[in-house]
């Protein structure tokens, strides 16, 4: 054979053969079926003749002669085909003829037929008694004279002797006008072919045949049938399945189809639910695949633009590149956020926005679906939140009630004017639920005060409840207590707010009134004493304020007098140990060194003192500017650096504000005092392991976080954290602080609009996180 008939030519020809009828055929290729495919490459290359090993190959397809040559004629053709497109025709007529040649053999050797030119390799007889199929033969008139025990155990016979004894005609066929068919053919063309019908058991089941069948004529003017009979009834079942199964899911694929156009509706839906601008977005290509209606308002766009459209198209070039590698890392990730990116519309507007990107993946690939949250929009919300949360402070201070909110943690986190000016109290005073808990004058309900919290947290609100309190001045006054829910700005969870109504200018109306209706003397001498008390009360806030101002003014002049003489002090202090250096003995110079650094320490003080009164007096005003967040922690933690740190103590600086681009409106130098304070009380009360300061970005807000492996802060005084002079037992008697450092900071960051929180625990060292302001 030619070069076209190579192994390797028809090994691709062959594969090529299998692949279009495993894509083609509903149940494949059968491994049976697929051996001899591929074992032909062997036989066509070398031009082998059919031999036994083939000849078992064939048989263990239990396929019917029938269809065992419609295979081989079915691959033939596809072969012929494949290489009359590839051009190579030189070797089809030995191809064609082997394929002849080899279906002739398979014919002869399962019916028995000898011709001039050919011999069966087996006796006739093995082949026809041992035959898988059903094999007869039988008279024209309709009787068996021979047949297989294949046959006998098709039509359900004890033995061959009982089936000899069957009237085929009335016995077997269920409709004799097939027989007559077949004897037509018979007659006519000396045979029949894949004749399909359908007979009676012995049992009486009814089960379906392939028939194939021809004419012998023998000397003697004698004439039979010898016929090939192969049981498709499992086959006819299987079709009738497969039919079954194609019909249903022709009808799953219809009611498929529908769920989907139902759920693509509701796509449609859940995209135009979104408030603000969502996109599908191919991710191969950037595709915008589609996008709601509030896209199309804020981008200005219409459905019509949707196949010219791209996703790169809604950002600036120089943007893009970098929005690219974080939407490829979504395709990993599953979500991903991007924040602080410039959108263009479609008619060049441009505007800020937060982009979140989710990944949704099913058979039919994946999806991108973008969510744009405009900042522009986001800005006037919290502008116009900020405005409600002012309108409402300033309409608390001004209502003729009490109010006190609390957290849902159970704190106090607002006290409005009107309460204040009742009691007498401070606001931080009052801010501290133990301090209000001892304000109670009846013991059942101080007792009951922080069960009553849990209560009105949990919802359980009370209306009209009677509670009396004592006055800073020893006035017992009388309220009435109404509590609603109120959700305070970051807190998913809803506190409450008490309201107190006074009710003591009432209950002292009703004494007059009672007296009045004693008599005229009663009235006059009740109004008598309510005058000098009124006059009583008025003459001491004026004394109190002239006190308050004149100790004010007292201690800051005081105090800058002092530190005059002190500096002077010190001075010479520094020339005489210089100007004795050589002369003093070591102990001497030991001596001069504690009395510089006590000198220091009192300088320290008094500054302290100084800072103190005057946040005290309102004399310290915030100076905000806009400055860049990351450059200025850079300087801030680099500039408030201890100079000098005990013996084993490290200083480590954190700046995780990575971005260049974030503003801060603030004062960086009340910042600053705040945070050398914080410092100070680290650096003195660490002597191992560590002090960091770390600035960090949360809720865009800027945070400084200090931490120190100290000994912690008394348990005593964490109640006390930021009322001044507080000191824990370890700390009283230490004569180089005051316990002002908290105090003053926590009046800088309310300068500042800022928070403080303290976290500390004995001989573990104490976390300082300060909130300094929110991004611009």
Known sequence: MSTALSPHNLKKWVEQTIEAFASRDVIGVPPAWMKIYQSLTDY?????????????????????????????????????AQMIEAGETDELQNILAWFDHTIVTISEKASGKVTRSHSLIEPYETIFFNARDGMYISSIEGKFLQCNEALVQMLGFDSIEDLLNVDIEQDLYLESEERAIMLDHLFRDGFFDHHEFRFRCRNGSVKTALESCYLVDVPGDRRFIVGVLVDITREKEAERKANDFVKLLEQKAMEAHLQVKSLRRRADSLLQAYSHPVLLVNPKNFRI???????SRRFKVTKKQKIHLSFRDLFRPEDWMDLFDQVSG??????????????????????????????????????????IIDRSELAQLKDGLARAHL????????????????????????????????????DRSLKRVSFVTELFT????????????????????????????????????????DTVPYHFEAEEQPGFLALLTNRTPQMRLEELLRA???????????????????????????????????????????????KIPIHV?????????????????????????????????????????????????GKIHPLQEICGARVMLDELLERIRPTRLPNGVTYHIVNNVLSLDLKISTDVHLIEMA????LDNAVRFTVSGKIEVEGYLERDALWLAVRDTGKGIDPAVQDHFFEPFAQGAADRGGKDHLGLGLAIVREYLNLLGGDIDIQSKPEAGTTVLIRVGQLG
């Open 442 to 481: 009846r013991d059942e309900q101080r007792l009951k005060f922080n069960k009553y919290i849990r209560r009105f947290l949990r919802g359980e609100h009370v209306h009209n409840q009677e509670i009396e309190l004592k006055s800073k001045s020893g006035e017992i006054l009388h309220f009435y207590l």
């Open 44 to 80: 066509l290359a070398g031009n082998l003749p059919i031999d036994q090993n083939l000849l078992w190959m064939l048989e263990n397809t239990e396929d019917s002669l029938a269809d065992v040559i419609y295979q081989l004629q079915r691959f033939k053709n596809a072969l012929v």
């Open 289 to 295: 695949h589609d996008w709601n209606q509030a896209f």
């Open 330 to 371: 979504s395709l990993q990730h599953g979500h991903y956020q991007v924040h602080r990116i410039t959108c263009v519309t479609h008619n060049d507007d441009m505007f800020p926005a937060d982009l979140s990107i989710s990944v949704h993946s099913d058979s039919d690939g994946s999806l991108l679906l973008v969510e």
């Open 516 to 562: 009045q209706a004693e008599g005229p003397e009663a009235f006059e001498r009740e109004y008598r004493v309510l005058e000098e008390r009124l006059e009583q009360v008025s003459e001491t806030c004026t004394q109190l304020e002239k006190s308050g101002d004149i100790n004010r003014n007292f201690s800051e002049t005081l105090i800058r007098k002092i």
């Open 391 to 426: 309108n409402l402070e300033k309409l608390l201070d001004r209502v003729p009630l009490g109010v006190l909110g609390f957290k849902p943690d159970g704190s106090v986190a607002l006290v409005n004017r009107y309460l204040l000016d009742c009691l007498g109290y401070s």
């Open 675 to 678: 945070l050398r304070h914080v």
């Open 569 to 617: 002090i010190m001075g010479y202090t520094s020339l005489l140990r210089k100007d004795l250096e050589a002369t003093l003995t070591a102990e001497q110079k030991e001596d001069v060194a504690i009395v510089e650094e006590q000198i220091n320490n009192l300088l320290t003080m008094l500054e302290t003192a100084v800072e103190f009164l005057q946040l005290q007096a």
